[in-house]
């Protein structure tokens, strides 16, 4: 669900004010660079994930921005592996001005699930596609019910 022009101005509010934090002074150097867009486009994915404005979101869309919408950016090799750590930071952030009720711990318990789905050049892994039946063989009976084998019935 696409945000409202409200919604969307709060959640770049909401990332601008996590850079005049104390949390966000302590980042390093080279995460600072990336925190305020990496936490407006995780914000803006939960949002648009459960179709509700930044206050009202959850774990659902916390998982959501996380595991699809987050390995998919193009973000420094040194940023890739601390972007839970630095989203669970500026949750953290918003919780302490009364903005949000938490999803800092579900965040970072989400971190191993995050780093699975990322690629190492960058990127997302798109995860395998399994089967729902198991593929029939040349010599197994036809799934037609005819008794015969497959490759004298159906598989001609």
Same mark, same amino acid.
């Given at each position: @669900? ?5 919604? !969307? ?6 990332? +601008? ?5 104390? $949390?966000?002074? +302590? ?9 305020? &867009?990496?936490? +407006?486009? =995780? ?5 648009? +994930?459960?179709? &509700? ?11 959501? *921005? @996380? ?14 592996? !601390? ?6 930071? =500026? ?7 009364? !903005?949000?009720?938490?999803?800092? $711990?579900?965040?970072? $318990?989400?971190?191993? *699930?995050?780093? *699975? ?10 995860? #395998?596609? !399994? ?11 036809? #799934?037609?019910? &005819?008794?015969?084998? =497959? ?6």
């Amino acid at each position: @669900m696409e945000l409202s022009p409200y919604d !969307r101005e709060r959640v770049e509010t909401w990332s +601008a004010d996590f850079a005049e934090t104390p $949390a966000f002074g +302590a980042l390093p150097p080279a995460e600072k660079e990336a925190a305020v &867009s990496l936490a +407006a486009e =995780f914000l803006r994915a939960a949002c648009e +994930a459960e179709g &509700s404005g930044p206050e009202n979101v959850g774990e659902a869309g916390f998982r959501a *921005a @996380m595991l699809d919408r987050i390995p998919a950016l193009d973000l420094p090799e040194e940023i890739r592996p !601390r972007a839970p750590e630095i989203l669970a930071t =500026f949750l953290e952030t918003l919780q302490a001005q009364g !903005r949000l009720s938490g999803g800092a $711990a579900f965040v970072r $318990a989400l971190g191993p *699930a995050y780093l *699975a789905r990322c690629k190492a050049g960058g990127g997302a892994r798109t995860p #395998p596609v !399994r089967r729902g039946t198991p593929a029939i063989g040349r010599n197994d009976p036809c #799934p037609c019910g &005819s008794g015969k084998k =497959f490759k004298k019935c159906c598989g001609e």
